[in-house]
T-cell receptor, first 113, second 114 residues
Framework: AQKVTQAQTEISVVEKEDVTLDCVYE???????LFWYKQPPSGELVFLIR??????QNEISGRYSWNFQKSTSSFNFTITASQVVDSAVYFC??????????FGAGTRLFVKA | KAGVTQTPRYLIKTRGQQVTLSCSPI?????VSWYQQTPGQGLQFLFE???????NKGNFPGRFSGRQFSNSRSEMNVSTLELGDSALYLC?????????????FGQGTRLTVV
């Protein structure tokens, strides 16, 4: 069975600080996809990134970066120079086929001005 | 291009009643999936439909059902509502089924059962 653990329930930072959201996943499958989603107060889930299990390259997109380490089953997400608009709940998820994506419990990020 | 539309946005129902939620996917998308989000259980997969057929189902009782129409619009139905069914119900659509396609989520329907 798949499982995603986001140990940080809530994180509070001051604007311009860097922040890392941790994600540890469990799966017995060798082929899987990892995701990060952002859920602003409006409720919808906003797709941020998808990474397949064979691609361990780190990725940077603007102020966002992701560190995928298969050896530790981690897929951490870093926001550089955080902004108030980054305040949201962030979900890490894993999918091993079909459309049954397993989500972590989420990390609520507060960015204070 | 319009996003995923879920209606209604908010709903209050009484225990024992039934409810139907609607999801209109992005034009051209054929796969629709439903998730339940509660503070206690987080985001849980309900079911997925592709081309009017249910492809995957989560661990929910039979009171939860769904269907997809030929235009890809989907509805989910919950019968004999319980207080614990209070949740944000999210719908996601994608071009096809499988992991290699990006899913787009709607804003959800917040259901409150009293």
């Amino acid at each position: 069975a798949q499982k995603v653990t986001q140990a940080q329930t809530e994180i509070s930072v001051v604007e311009k600080e860097d922040v890392t959201l941790d994600c540890v996943y469990e799966t017995r499958d060798t082929t899987y996809y990892l995701f990060w989603y952002k859920q602003p107060p409006s409720g919808e889930l906003v797709f941020l990134i998808r990474r397949n299990s064979f691609d361990e390259q780190n990725e940077i997109s603007g102020r966002y970066s992701w560190n995928f380490q298969k050896s530790t089953s981690s897929f951490n997400f870093t926001i550089t120079a955080s902004q108030v608009v980054d305040s949201a709940v962030y979900f890490c998820a894993v999918n091993t086929g079909g459309f049954k994506t397993i989500f972590g419990a989420g990390t609520r990020l507060f960015v204070k001005a | 291009k319009a996003g995923v539309t879920q209606t209604p946005r908010y709903l209050i129902k009484t225990r024992g009643q039934q409810v139907t939620l609607s999801c209109s996917p992005i034009s051209g998308h054929r796969s629709v999936s439903w998730y339940q989000q509660t503070p206690g259980q987080g985001l849980q997969f309900l079911f997925e439909y592709f081309s009017e057929t249910q492809r995957n189902k989560g661990n929910f009782p039979g009171r939860f059902s769904g269907r997809q129409f030929s235009n890809s619009r989907s509805e989910m139905n919950v019968s004999t509502l319980e207080l614990g069914d209070s949740a944000l119900y999210l719908c996601a659509s994608s071009l096809s089924t499988g992991t290699n396609t990006e899913a787009f989520f709607g804003q959800g329907t917040r259901l409150t059962v009293v």
